[in-house]
């Protein structure tokens, strides 16, 4: 079961895309201890029902394990069928945003433009995944929330350790980070002392906002 508070308490959702299933169950844990609650598997990623599947087997009393770029019906079906907590897309896709309210799954659609983002807030997501965020930045966020202040906004695609602090200052509820992440080059060190402090470095970045 998904908990809004305890996402709140460290609103990150780290996005795992073409992550080898054996890297994943090797970090999953080290992201844990780091103070996470929330990651998410995106449904293009080789593997990625039986990643999900097996992930809510090891550690589905610990974190929230959600799919990421569900574009359509079979997409969030498949993903459901594994036990997905959360559901994230890249676009506004209506049968999937109406199917996920009704089922009592948080939804996190994507959307870009004020007219897609007041749309998916209008039927029923959880919170907006603003994306690509990395073309208009910080005050891109600011500008949405003076007309929809009740609009929970998540920037994704470009925020990286250093943009927080200014992504949480304009208004941002959370934040959606792929690989400023989960960096190729650090995960494939093995070096799980590294790896742990790297994922605790986003935590105390958040804790310092």
Request: glycine share 8%.
């Amino acid at each position: 079961m998904f908990l809004m508070e305890k996402f709140e308490e460290l609103p990150i959702v780290g996005i795992v895309r073409n992550m080898k299933a054996n890297d994943f169950e090797r970090i999953l844990p080290l992201y844990i201890q780091a103070g996470f609650s929330t990651i998410e598997v995106t449904m293009n990623t080789v593997g990625a029902e039986a990643m999900i599947k097996k992930a809510k087997s090891d550690f589905g009393n610990s974190i929230h394990i959600g799919a990421g770029t569900v574009c359509n019906m079979n997409d969030l079906q498949k993903a459901l069928e594994v036990g997905a907590d959360f559901i994230v897309t890249p676009i506004v896709n209506k049968d999937v945003i109406e199917k996920c309210v009704s089922s009592n799954i948080p939804i996190f659609p994507g959307a870009f433009s004020p007219t897609e983002i007041y749309t998916a807030w209008s039927l029923g997501a959880s919170m907006v995944k603003v994306f690509p965020i990395s073309q208009l930045g910080p005050a891109y966020i600011q500008s949405i929330k003076a007309p929809f202040p009740q609009i929970k906004l998540m920037p994704t695609g470009g925020v990286g350790l250093e943009d927080i602090k200014s992504y949480k200052e304009a208004g941002a509820s959370a934040f959606g980070i792929g690989s400023p992440m989960f960096p190729s080059s650090l995960i494939k060190t093995l070096n799980e002392k590294d790896i742990f402090n790297y994922f605790k470095s986003f935590r105390e970045k958040w804790e310092q906002c």
